[in-house]
């Protein structure tokens, strides 16, 4: 121990060095807590929270309609932190705070902008940005999801359907076509799927049209949700449209060459006669003439709607100018006749009307007809008048002298001088004498005879109440005198046709026009014509039935019935 202090002492001598190790200390310290710290705190000291964002719609039309006013706004965060959810402008400017320093635990959470600044005013149209900040102990981190202000409705145009359109048959197929904002979504009526918008906007749509009118009606919608929305009218027409033609009918024969078409449509329809347009008032009445060609004629009548559809009124219409030829056959001019009744018997144009004396006659399909005239003693005016279906009348006159016997006596006795009458007289006598010896001598064994036949036993339904009247012929073998009666069914007198009339041998007619002896019209049924002749010691009859026309068919036994013939013989002469 000494050695070891006197060598220690012997270095005393020398300069001795000290050390100071309260820095040392400090630093070593201050490690001590910082690494405590570290291994307390490493979420705060190592990273920042983790934010994530997202909005389920970029756009939003805050202008109360119900229809996308907000955006929800989802976010993510990784850690719990201190968050702030501010909404920003294009500058960047804090327009407002919708979440301000709120402790949230990790996970997701949900803030809702209504498009509002921080003094409840809408804002204006723009991009605008939801930001999204978490605050850890020291560290932070942000995220950021644009949304956009719009409350302008979308554009919404069509380029091919003017309102309240008419269309015709041939367009039943509409093409739609239109423009809009190229982000929209254009919907058509109540269709299940909107249509096909490309990437200019464009779209195109064939659209079947119903009769009648259909409403079609476009609904563009945008990404905020605002609407623009169009509505069309078009009317499908293909029904003709109606025409009535009023003048001419069809089958008119006419004997003028200008003829008026009259008629009416519906107003605003076109009207085309024979291919020129005719004027339409506003009652849709029109009148348009036409000038005929000799002959037939088509008279064409087209009416055309706003929308081309075409109805056709054809009407054919004969013109005739020329009268109708007129010939008779059995009454020449100045004929003499013994008859008091005359058959008329004629030939015209088929469907003529005829008019013997102002009664109307039959005309048969060729044209033929045949009538019969009551003569007076004297001359008689035949006036046959020949009117066709264009009102073309042609006219025939005949005169015709019916001589009875006492009017041919008086005829030859007029301007004979006294003397002669005298002479004549005495002559008469005497060969009144020889007639009388002559007849005593046997002149009464020649018998007489009468045939009756009915060339026309029917009386037929004529114009208004006239009967075509019936016709008996009969025929006595020298001359007689003849009486003729009518007589029905139940054997009563009804008419005298003639009586005692004077008749030369030979055939006559004699003519019932079916009155009764008071001049009315007899009944339907069965009548007797009885004919008796007779001269100064002979008298004989014959009767034939003939028939008032009716509903019921004639009876076999009376259409079977034969004629009566009856010889008086008054003794010999």
């Known amino acids: 121990m000494k050695t070891q202090l006197t060598h220690s002492s012997s270095r005393r001598s020398a300069p001795v060095r000290r050390f100071n190790i309260l820095p040392l200390v ?9 690494a405590v710290l570290v291994m307390l705190f490493p979420a705060d000291w190592v990273r920042a929270p983790e934010v994530s964002i997202s909005v389920e719609r970029v756009a939003i039309s805050p202008n109360g309609d119900g229809n996308l006013d907000t955006v929800p706004v989802l976010y993510s965060l990784s850690s719990e932190a201190t968050v702030t959810v501010d909404v920003l402008d294009e500058h960047h400017t804090v327009v407002r705070t919708l979440l301000g320093a709120e402790q949230q635990a990790a996970g997701q959470h949900t803030v809702v902008w209504d498009g509002l600044d921080r003094l409840g005013r809408t804002l204006p149209d723009g991009s605008y940005f939801v930001r999204v900040t978490a605050q850890a102990t020291v560290q932070k981190s942000s995220a950021t999801a644009q949304v956009d202000i719009d409350t302008e409705p979308p554009i919404i145009r069509l380029a091919n359907l003017p309102e309240d359109t008419e269309v015709g048959a041939d367009e039943g197929e509409l093409v739609i076509e239109g423009v809009t904002d190229p982000d929209a979504t254009v919907w058509l009526n109540d269709w299940p799927q909107p249509l096909e918008v490309n990437e200019n906007g464009a779209f195109s749509v064939r659209y079947t049209l119903q009769e009648g009118v259909n409403r079609i009606e476009l609904t563009a919608v945008d990404e905020a949700g605002n609407q623009a929305s169009l509505v069309r009218e078009v009317t499908l027409l293909t029904e003709p449209p109606k025409v009535t033609v009023l003048n001419p009918p069809d089958g008119l024969w006419i004997n003028q060459q200008m003829l008026s078409v009259q008629g009416t449509v519906e107003p605003g329809v076109k009207v085309l006669v024979n291919g020129r347009e005719a004027d339409v008032d506003a009652a849709g009445n029109f009148n348009e003439d036409v000038v005929l060609e000799e002959g037939e004629n088509i008279v064409r009548v087209e009416a055309v709607d706003a929308v081309g559809n075409v109805s056709v009124d054809e009407r054919r219409v004969f013109l005739r100018t020329k009268p109708p030829a007129l010939s008779l056959t059995t009454v020449q001019d100045g004929m003499k006749v013994s008859e008091p009744s005359l058959l008329v018997v004629g030939q015209t144009e088929p469907q003529a009307t005829v008019r013997l004396n102002g009664q109307e006659l039959t005309v048969d399909s060729q044209g033929g007809f045949q009538g019969l005239v009551d003569l007076i003693a004297g001359k008689n005016i035949i006036r046959v008048e020949a009117t066709d279906r264009a009102g073309n009348t042609q006219v025939v006159v005949r005169e015709v002298t019916y001589t009875t016997g006492e009017t041919a006596l008086a005829q030859s006795e007029a301007g004979i001088p006294p003397a002669v009458r005298t002479v004549l007289a005495v002559t008469g006598a005497g060969l009144i004498g020889v007639v009388g010896l002559w007849l005593i001598s046997g002149l009464w064994r020649r018998p007489l005879s009468l045939e009756l036949r009915a060339t026309r036993p029917t009386l037929t339904p004529g114009v208004g109440d006239m009967l075509e009247p ?34 030369a041998k030979g055939e006559h007619l ?3 026009n079916g009155r009764d002896r008071d001049g009315n019209l007899s009944p339907p049924g069965t009548y007797e014509v009885e004919v008796s002749a007779g001269t100064l010691f002979t008298t004989v009859s014959s009767s034939t039935h003939v028939w008032i026309e009716d509903t019921t068919p004639r009876p076999a036994w009376e259409q079977s019935r034969p004629a009566r013939t009856e010889n008086l013989d008054l003794g010999e002469d």
């Open 26 to 34: 400090a630093i070593l310290t201050l490690g001590a807590v910082g």
């Open 470 to 503: 019936a016709v008996v012929a009969f025929e006595i073998s020298r001359p007689a005198t003849v009486t003729a009666e009518v007589w029905d069914a139940e054997n009563r007198h009804v008419a005298t046709v003639f009586r005692h009339q004077r008749r």
């Open 510 to 512: 004699l003519v019932w």
